[in-house]
Structures are given as C-alpha cells and as structure tokens.
C-alpha cells in the first residue's frame, strides 16, 4: 500500500491516485497504527477516541479516498435536512417535502440548522457519522471539504437543495429555474405597459438571487428597456429589507411603477411601504413576489408571484439521496432544476396614467 | 413474582399493584418464556422478534410496570418532535424553539407528523422505541394507553405541547393561557365600544380554542352583553374556514361590527372577506386574531392579536423534557401555562357609526 501524504494537521493530502474505496479498514489501522476497532470507532463518529488519534485516521480515510461497505445494513432509518436558517414558511414547506417522501419510506427525518453560518459546525457532522442516516439534504448550505470527506468515507450520500453558491459540478442538487422565473415576472410588468420597473434582489452571494436578478435584466433587455442601476436594491430575503428598499425605491421622484420584489416576504415589506407611503396596489403601483409562499394569497389584494416548487423540490431531494445510497451511482443526475411558474393574482396591473 | 392477568391480547391487564419498575428484565423474560436478549430486542425496537412475542413481552412490561434502568447510559443525542399536521407558521415558531434548546444541550431535533391522526402510529412509536431519544414532545397530539406504557417502559419521558384534549392530570403539559387571552381580545372590543361582536372558534374538540371561546364569553357576560350565539362559528384554524364563516357572519343584515377571529390564520380569512364584500378594516370592521405569526405584522393592516409566546412554549416543553429524564421527576411541575398578551395593531378600532 503506497502512504500518501499526511505529513501533518495542515497538510492538504493529495487525492488518491488509486482507485477509491479500495484500502480496507485493516489497512487504515495499520497506516495510523492503530487497531481496527478504534478505525470503527471514528468511523462511528464515538467519543472516545483521543483527537491527536482521530484527525490522523479521518485524514488517511481521506487520503485514500476510504468507502464505508456494506453501509446499507448499519444505517438508522433517518434522513438528515439541515438548513441555513429555520425562519420562514419557506422552510416549513420544504419540511412538508422531506416529511412525505420519508413517511412513505419509513424514516423520520432529523432538523439542524447551521445557525447563520454557511456550513454546518464540525460536531455536526460527528453526530451524522454517528447517527448514520441514509441521506442528508442540505438547504441553502454548504459542505467543507473535510465534512464532505467525511460524509463520503461513511458512505453516507447527500443532495444540497437550491444551494447558496456553485455546489460545483460533482455535487448533487436540486433547484428551481430561477433565471426563468425572474424572466417571466418582469415580461409581464412590461406587457402590461411598465417601463420603469425596479428590483430587490436576495443576498447577491446566492446564485439564486443572481439567476432571478440576471432573468430580470434579460427581460428588460431583450424588450429594449433600459436597466437603470437606481432602480435595483440588493436585499437579504425578508420583510424588513422589502419596506426599507421599497421606501427608498418609492420616494424617488422618478418613482418605478412596478416592483420585482424578488421573493414574497420582500413584496410584502414593498406592500407596507407603499401604505406608508399612500400608494394604491396596483393602482399607482404593481408588484411581483418569487416563491408562492402561502401567505401570497391571503394578503389584500393577493399577490401576484412567480411559483416556486418548494414542496416538490424537497421531495425531489429526498429522493435522489435515497437513489444515490442505494445505487453504485454514477448514473444519478447531479442536477436538476424544477420549473417555475407566473400565478398572476391581484397586485399587478397597468401603470397609472 | 406473581403474575399479572395476561390472558391474551383481548385482555386489559390490571394495573400493576406492586410499586412501579421493581420487576427485572429477566423476571419479565422467565413470565414470558423467552430468554433476556429477547425481552431486551423488544425494548430495543428491533425488528425480529415473532409479532407474538412482541406482544406478550409489552403486556407484561405494561402490567408490571417494568422501566428500563440505566436509560441515560443508552440514549441517542435527539429529542423527538410529533405534530399533528406541519401546516403552518404556527409549527415553525415550535420548531425553533425546541431547535433552539436542542442545539444548547447537543442534541439533535427528529421531526414527525402523525399526519391528520390524533395519536402517532404504532410504527412511530416501535422507531422511537429504537432510537432512543432523550424525551418526545408532541405538539396537539395525543398517545394512546399502550404508546405510554411502551415509553414509559424504555424510559423515555415525554411532554405534550398545547394539547388538543385533556391530556389527564399525570401527562406533563405545556400550554398558553389561552381563556384569558380569548377574554383579553373580546374586552379590547368591548372597550372601544363594540356590542355585536362575532367569534370564529377552532374546532371545538381542541381544549385550547374552547376556553379562547370561553374567555370570549366570559367577557360578553361581565360587560352585561349578550352572546348570540348566531354570532359564533367553528372553524378549524386554517385560513379557507375563517374566509367562509367571515363570509356568512358579515352578509347578516345584522352583521357583527367585530370579529375575533380564534386564530390570525382564520383573521386572515376574515380580512378576505371583508374585502370581497366592500368591508373596510377597521373603519366598517375591527377584526382580531390569536397567535401572532409573522405574518400577523406584515398584512394591511397590520392585525390586532393576541400573542402566544410559541417559541417560549416550545422551549419551556423542550427543557421540561430532559429534566425529566434527568430527575428521578414526581417534583417536576406537570402543567405550566406561558402567559398571553394583547398586542394592539391597526385592525380594530370604533365601530362604524
């Protein structure tokens, strides 16, 4: 067996030039010099294994790119969904998505949440390993490199769900067409007349705020409108950066006539600045949420919005991390994006006069 | 030992008159006749033990009273979560509270639905059974006599959150004050001159939105007001019921210049049809809800409600929990209801002139 390096903590092994999965756990213990059982110990993310001893295993099963076999017989009748933040009905619908696809296959599903940070803390990923779930579902969040290594050496797959940034091309997910959507949100405001049309986009770190934001542009493009930079506030998603952009968009004398809010919660921000403000929705104003959330049809008047599968997405992801446990893989594919749809409500229409 | 009444499966076993948790597991395995690994797979949840059996071993579990010793030795780093249905935000509030304590003590949140039915499956419980959580929370849903006795027998404590029925004076429950909020919301009316007041309830088998419409009572009566009952419908707590019963209370020639709508889900059903029938809020109609949702401060206008501290309630049932399971209990409170209190928006005012 030819040692690969692992010089130290902070050397960054090569990848393994054999082919994965082919050092047994035997000679991993050896290579660490260790016995077998405390190789199966860390593997089960235990306790009770010095650090200094830990870290040197996970970087040989790392090095030599080590498979857990047979993982199918040790694993809890669990699927893990982790998300970023647990804030909105967003959230709940997705849970709605998981629940019912392992309902039908007999698991339950266990909830984190990264807290604010973008990948999930290190004892996360510990308790995974010990937990051995089929599958984990991440949402809006990301995996390090050592967290995948060490999802990957347990055998233990996982699907990223409308990811944050680029999952890059070897991760498996599953999103919405976001581009598509932005695109058809703003061809509507225009074929009812607007030419001045602002946007508030998400996080710009999201791809999916950028692919709505960029669908927007093509729209306005392609119609020959010009995009004016004034007319577009970068938002984080939520209510509260809905009204203070929608304030700020409203009280410009050259006011837009139409708002592309970039999802719900943020349309919902732009309705209440424009009470504050007097203006009539759609009357003096329309807007355009993103998600269709449930709420989108309970506000006065209903919003108009684009549809976002969350519910069917979620199921999508719990299925392909069952498919890819289940399977040698391979065949999986490694991306999918579900279709969006315009539900046209209430709060557009022609711009005034 | 002398052997409890365990005729068959027909049989209701007396309650074991001998003190609780005295029997061993291998007393239990020789009244059965089956060896101490066997009982022990039993209370592991393990999947092959001959139905029979299974259901000899719990009878006698039950009808002695055994429960499992050592239990903290051998628990899994979760906490179990079951609702009734994962329909809104109201559940969301509940999760990150209970997300929350969870994350502080390590652990990790198994989420489940007992989809429409009052009480988890039999599936739920054998699966908690064998992963053996730290404490079970259940959210407006009951267990049934032999869903206790099989957690009572592993030890693992569990909590019911809200309950939906009266969960009996020996289950450790979690609640809002809820009459005392329905009595809050309906004096509020009263105060700003309202007397034909209507009242949307939840449905009427849920404890909770009993004593919401008994506190509504209790302040008609100590204002000396009538309450006609042609004024009060049941719904169910979702949106579409307060949207109808709203429907049928304003089209009254005598309509309700008020409206406590049970829930803001159902205040928001109201708000529709209100708009759908020229109702301007609060001018023609003040309506409020109860909960305070999110959404309850985004919508025009923004509702008057009275607020459950949902996140708290969860928490408070999160920590109750695993004290539980720490403590020897008996001292541990078994009913803690969290106070409510009005928050006073922009949906009521004086009634029309």
New interface residues.
């Given amino acids: 067996m030819t040692p690969p390096k692992t010089a130290g903590t902070n050397a960054n092994p090569q990848p393994a030039t054999r082919s994965s999965g082919t050092a047994t756990l035997a000679e991993i213990a050896r290579e660490a010099g260790v016995s077998a059982p405390t190789v199966s110990k860390v593997l089960n993310g235990r306790a009770d294994v010095a650090p200094a001893t830990r870290t040197r295993v996970e970087e040989l099963l790392r090095a030599y790119g080590y498979r857990r076999r047979r993982a199918e017989a040790t694993r ?3 699927i893990d969904l982790v998300f970023h933040e ?4 967003w ?2 619908e997705v ?2 998505g998981v ?1 019912n696809v392992a ?1 039908d296959e ?1 698991l ?6 990264s ?1 604010g940070r973008l990948t999930p803390g290190r ?1 996360w990923a510990d ?1 995974v390993a ?2 051995r779930p089929h599958g984990v579902i991440l949402v809006l969040s990301g995996l390090d490199e050592s967290q995948r290594a060490l999802l990957t050496s347990r055998s233990i797959p996982f699907v990223v769900l409308d990811p944050a940034g680029d999952p890059g091309d070897d991760v498996p997910s599953i999103g919405a067409t976001n581009w598509h959507g932005g695109l058809a949100a703003t061809r509507h405001l225009i074929e009812l007349g607007h030419t001045r049309i602002g946007a508030i986009s998400g996080p710009t770190r999201m791809m999916c705020s950028r692919a709505r934001l960029d669908g927007y542009r093509a729209a306005l493009e392609t119609a020959g409108l010009p995009a004016d930079p004034q007319l577009i506030g970068s938002g984080d998603f939520h ?1 509260e950066a809905g009204y203070r952009i929608g304030l700020d968009l409203l009280r410009r004398p050259d006011r837009p006539t139409a708002v592309f809010a970039g999802n719900d ?1 943020q349309a ?2 732009v ?2 600045a424009a ?1 504050e403000l007097g203006l009539r929705i759609p009357e003096d104003l329309s807007v355009v949420g993103f998600d269709d959330l ?2 989108a049809h ?4 209903p919003l108009t919005t684009v549809r976002q599968p969350l519910m069917e997405m979620a199921e999508a992801a719990a299925r392909l991390v069952l498919d890819l446990g289940r399977s040698s893989s391979a065949t999986v594919a490694t991306r999918v994006e579900l279709a969006t749809s315009l539900v046209v409500r209430s709060s557009t229409g022609a711009p005034p006069a």
């Fill in positions: 809890s009748p669990l647990l804030e909105s009905s959230a709940m849970i709605r629940e309902c007999g339950s599903v266990v909830l984190s949440q807290a004892t308790q010990a937990r209510h919660l919902l921000g309705y209440e009470r449930p709420v309970w506000v006065g008047p």
